[in-house]
């Protein structure tokens, strides 16, 4: 069954929030969502699953820390598909994690190339509590987390992963695949980062929140692109990459190709912007617009989304094709809302 079957979202059912068709021309005027704080915001309609396990924090007066990082782990124990354990492995057959976590103070925290851990989101806020450091990777993560109780799990495929890794080992070529989900089987063509068949692919869950007393705080969890060259790390543990952070500007984070991404610092990009003035939409197109303006007819062929949250509490979001989605969960959509973001292409 696919998640969105499982969730009861159709594609025709998500509510297309910003309607006109984004084009190379001067910004649009703000169409950003202001919504009721506390709020958590979860990139892509599987975002609900993880706003479903912050929302209970959030209402109840608790840390937007504590709220992102229960996203997070309700993601990583997923049995299928997307983040954690029973991700997509990299080309060598070995699922390796990546995760971060931000609160509106600067304080991070962060993993790449985790395996055999099943909450690199919870690693990276010990990383955060616990050293002097921001980032912990490979092998020195993983005696990290072991260090401090987490348990080593056995390393063995998921039975979805093994199979698509088997089916992806016929093909033998190297093409690593990228954030197909929301696009129709027609557009999913001829492209290194989707999936001929258009079937959902996404592989990174980005949460960011504020709590009731106004502090925001982020997270990113990825197994990262599917059937990577082994040891390839992209952007979601990256600080000012896939996620950022700042109580006097806003928090956002990103989903798609990860190495366009860390080109632009993107979310590094959307906060600053924000703190510029720019309603959070605007502040996601204009991230969204560096990475098209350095190769747009690559742009067409691949993912990159951003959505953001203002410290005054506006939602906004940006991707470079038609397909992103991101969850809202407040009081007012207590059992979260998906939207689709606007897209330059
Ligand atoms: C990465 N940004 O590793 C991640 C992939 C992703 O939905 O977002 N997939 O580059």
Known sequence: MKRRDFLGITAAGIPLLLAAKA?????????SLRVKTPVVVSTWDSGITANIAAWPILSKGGHALDAVEAAGRASEDEPSCCVGLAAWPDRDGKVTLDSCIMDGNGDCGAVSFLERIKHPVSVARKVMETTPHVLLSGEGAQAFAIANGFPLEDGKLSPDAEKEWKKWLE??????????????????IASPYFFDDGSPNHDTMGTIAMDAKGGLSGMV????????????????????????VDNEAGAATSSGVGEEVIRICGTHTVVEQMRM??????????????????????????QVGFVALSKTGEIGAFSIVKGFTFSVTNSEFPKGKVFLAKSWF
């Open 171 to 188: 093909k033998s070529k190297y093409q690593p695949i990228v954030n197909v989900e929301n696009r129709k089987p027609a557009m999913a």
């Open 221 to 244: 969890t990825t197994s990262g692109m599917a059937f990577k060259i082994r040891g390839r790390v992209g952007d979601s543990p990256i600080i000012g990459a896939g996620l950022f």
């Open 23 to 31: 084009n190379s021309q001067p910004a649009p005027a703000a169409t």
């Open 277 to 302: 003035g720019r309603s959070p939409e605007q502040a996601c197109r204009e991230a969204v617009g560096r990475v098209v303006k350095r190769n747009p007819s690559k742009a067409k062929e691949m």
